[in-house]
């Protein structure tokens, strides 16, 4: 069989068989056509060795990171699983081969004083500023996703109880506290802002308007968090405020389920990196702020 038709035989196989993304797909077969140019036409009979130089090749020549590598050895294991099943070899040499653990980078959090100094920011005296300052307050008190901000409705507010309900990934509903600051800025919202958007040809039920009456879009949200953000000096990203509603409540004492449940985190594992973020913080303030020990 020729490479090219192996090759296409190949992505047949990842796009039918595997049901792969179409960017998954792409990014396997360049990691192959490269394994092919470097071996050469005889890449299918490549044995562990020979694929343990090409992956030094690619750490040394194209500097890739330990991601990239570990997509790398993904890759191959796939492709030699594809050869065994066409006949075409009766052994895994990649199955040898050692991925590198993905270092995961902990998530960009904003302290206290920074997030009340950006918060501040926002001028109030205007129907704009009034709604953001509630969306972004919402953000940080709730912990929210910027999807579920702009999914909320009118009636999924419970000022009584001082919760509102979400709606989450797969559709999971979960009810979510908020804070002082978030309930007065809401108040102020719906009573003095919110009114001034709606349009009488335009029902709607969504919580956070456009100027036009319309539910605010991801992009909306976006833009003006990074607006403000380069106002602070800043170059932090909208989702830092939920890293940062997460990381302050496992410092305040919270257990990890809890902050869990609050995230609408299926996997307790996702939740768990913020304990290493709490721990970050905890050593940066001892430094900052303990005496450095004399010693005689």
Do not use: C
Not at 151 to 169: P, Q, T, Y
Not at 180 to 199: G, H, M, Q, T
Not at 230 to 253: E, P
């Amino acid at each position: 069989m020729s490479k090219r038709a192996l090759i296409e035989r190949y992505r047949s196989r990842l796009a039918g068989v595997e049901r792969m993304s179409r960017l998954s797909v792409e990014t396997y077969l360049s990691e192959i056509m490269r394994l092919f140019d470097y071996i050469g036409d005889e890449a299918e009979h490549a044995d562990s060795a020979a694929l343990t130089r090409y992956l030094s090749l690619r750490a040394s020549r194209d500097k890739i990171d330990s991601r990239s590598t570990a997509k790398a050895v993904a890759a191959l294991r796939s492709f030699y699983r594809f050869l065994i099943d066409e006949g075409l070899r009766n052994d895994n040499p990649a199955s040898l081969l050692e991925a590198p653990l993905r270092g995961r980078k902990l998530p960009e959090t904003l302290s206290g004083e920074t997030i009340d100094t950006l918060l501040a920011l926002i001028k109030t005296d205007t129907p704009l500023g009034m709604r953001d300052r509630a969306l972004f307050e919402l953000l940080y008190s709730s912990g929210l996703r910027v999807s579920e901000a702009v999914g909320l409705n009118v009636d999924d507010v419970f000022f009584n109880e001082a919760v509102i309900r979400v709606s989450g990934k797969g559709s999971k509903e979960r009810l979510v506290p908020f804070g002082s600051e978030a309930e007065n800025s809401l108040r102020v919202y719906l009573k003095d802002a919110r009114p001034r958007f709606l349009k009488a040809e335009r029902k709607t039920s969504a919580l956070f308007l456009t100027r036009d009456g319309r539910r605010i879009g991801r992009k909306g949200i976006w833009k003006n968090y990074a607006t403000l953000a380069t106002q602070n000096g800043s170059s932090s990203k909208l989702h830092a405020l939920r890293h940062s509603f997460a990381t302050d409540l496992l410092a305040g004492g919270a257990d990890l389920r809890s902050v869990q449940e609050l995230l609408g985190h299926t996997d307790i594992s996702t939740t768990q990196i913020y304990t290493h973020v709490a721990v970050s913080r905890l050593e940066e303030a001892h430094k900052k702020y303990m005496p450095k020990l004399k010693t005689e």
